[in-house]
């Protein structure tokens, strides 16, 4: 079987399914929050860019997260994988980029746990991040900045003090800044651009806190949490359309994403349908799984 990483393609959102949104018209003030959502791969929470006349040209310049590194439970013969990261782009279906940077646990057929970092500028493929090492526990916050055509990703495990920094010039297709997300994910298999979500890791519940970014338009620049007003956002919820296992009949592909808490920067996202993803105001130490992903 390939490592995990070579399974991973394109990280792009799947919608399953989305209510459309509706203004009141041309020019007109939007609502602040997106209808429910549906995806075969990602669960969290998206701000997006608005589409009145006076937001046109807003476009976002970073976005940030930080989470505790859960603890996956693996099953026999059954390989899954998950990943938690923040980014920016790759929400809306024409995109062609997105760039982003997280962590993983991962489950191989014999039982083995894998935990480690990652960052990927779609369209080309992931890549691991050799100098940190993840251990369930971590605490680690992350960051995608971008400026013109040069996009930044770090990472810090502020549990073991290692970080990671790296700025890539993307001339074609250039940074996708539509969109800011903090997400949970089911990595897919990609053959002929065609993708298939792959099973999600059971790693209980994680929280997302400190979720932040920024905007750039006519009107200057904010800084505001998910729910700022400068921005549309809303929920995202994993239900794999193969919501069985290939390998086990009985394992979902399935995420729940809570509400936000009062401050707007925090949420949780548990793994399995049906599930209350409560709001937490301190990094959760999963003991199961959440999430979501391409």
Same mark, same amino acid.
Not at 12 to 23: D, E, K
Not at 228 to 243: F, K, R
């Given at each position: 079987?390939?490592?995990?990483?070579? /399974?991973?393609?394109?990280?792009? !959102?799947?919608?399953?399914?989305?209510?459309?949104?509706?203004?009141?018209?041309?020019?007109?003030?939007?609502?602040?929050?997106?209808?429910?959502?549906?995806?075969?791969?990602?669960?969290?929470?998206?701000? !997006?860019?608005?589409?009145?006349?006076?937001?046109?040209?807003?476009?976002?310049?970073?976005?940030?997260?930080?989470?505790?590194?859960?603890?996956?439970?693996?099953?026999?013969?059954?390989?899954?994988?998950?990943?938690? *990261?923040?980014?920016?782009?790759?929400?809306?279906?024409?995109?062609?980029? /997105?760039?982003?940077?997280?962590?993983?646990?991962?489950?191989?057929?014999?039982?083995?746990?894998?935990?480690?970092?990652?960052?990927?500028?779609?369209?080309?493929?992931?890549?691991? !991040?050799?100098?940190?090492?993840?251990?369930?526990?971590?605490?680690?916050?992350?960051?995608?900045?971008?400026?013109?055509?040069?996009?930044?990703?770090?990472?810090?495990?502020?549990?073991?003090?290692?970080?990671?920094?790296?700025?890539?010039?993307?001339?074609?297709?250039?940074?996708?800044?539509?969109?800011?997300?903090? !997400?949970?994910?089911?990595?897919?298999?990609?053959?002929?651009?065609?993708?298939?979500? /792959?099973?999600?890791?059971?790693?209980?519940?994680?929280?997302?806190?400190?979720?932040?970014?920024?905007?750039?338009?006519?009107?200057?620049?904010?800084?505001?949490?998910?729910?700022?007003?400068? *921005?549309?956002?809303?929920?995202?919820?994993?239900?794999?359309?193969?919501?069985?296992?290939?390998?086990?009949?009985?394992?979902?592909?399935?995420?729940?994403?809570?509400?936000?808490?009062?401050?707007?920067?925090?949420?949780?996202?548990?793994?399995?349908?049906?599930?209350?993803?409560?709001?937490?105001?301190?990094?959760?130490?999963?003991?199961?799984?959440?999430?979501?992903?391409?």
């Amino acid at each position: 079987m390939p490592s995990p990483r070579s /399974l991973h393609g394109s990280r792009r !959102i799947a919608i399953a399914s989305i209510v459309a949104l509706c203004f009141a018209g041309a020019g007109a003030a939007y609502a602040s929050e997106l209808p429910s959502q549906t995806s075969t791969n990602w669960a969290g929470y998206t701000a !997006i860019t608005g589409s009145s006349t006076r937001d046109y040209a807003k476009r976002f310049s970073s976005v940030s997260g930080t989470w505790v590194e859960p603890t996956a439970t693996c099953t026999a013969a059954e390989p899954t994988f998950s990943a938690f *990261w923040v980014g920016l782009g790759g929400y809306r279906q024409t995109s062609k980029a /997105l760039e982003q940077v997280g962590s993983e646990a991962d489950c191989a057929a014999s039982g083995q746990i894998s935990y480690y970092a990652w960052y990927e500028y779609v369209p080309q493929g992931p890549n691991t !991040i050799n100098r940190i090492v993840v251990s369930p526990g971590d605490e680690i916050t992350a960051t995608v900045a971008v400026k013109g055509d040069r996009a930044t990703v770090k990472l810090t495990d502020l549990t073991t003090g290692a970080t990671f920094k790296r700025t890539r010039k993307m001339r074609s297709p250039k940074p996708d800044v539509s969109a800011a997300e903090w !997400i949970a994910e089911a990595p897919s298999t990609c053959n002929n651009n065609r993708c298939t979500p /792959l099973t999600l890791t059971n790693f209980g519940s994680l929280t997302f806190t400190n979720a932040t970014a920024t905007s750039v338009g006519i009107d200057g620049r904010q800084t505001g949490v998910i729910d700022d007003s400068d *921005w549309i956002y809303g929920a995202i919820e994993l239900e794999s359309t193969n919501s069985r296992s290939r390998f086990n009949q009985n394992e979902p592909s399935e995420a729940t994403t809570g509400t936000l808490a009062a401050t707007g920067d925090s949420f949780s996202v548990t793994y399995g349908s049906g599930a209350t993803g409560s709001s937490g105001s301190s990094g959760s130490s999963g003991t199961t799984g959440v999430t979501g992903a391409t």
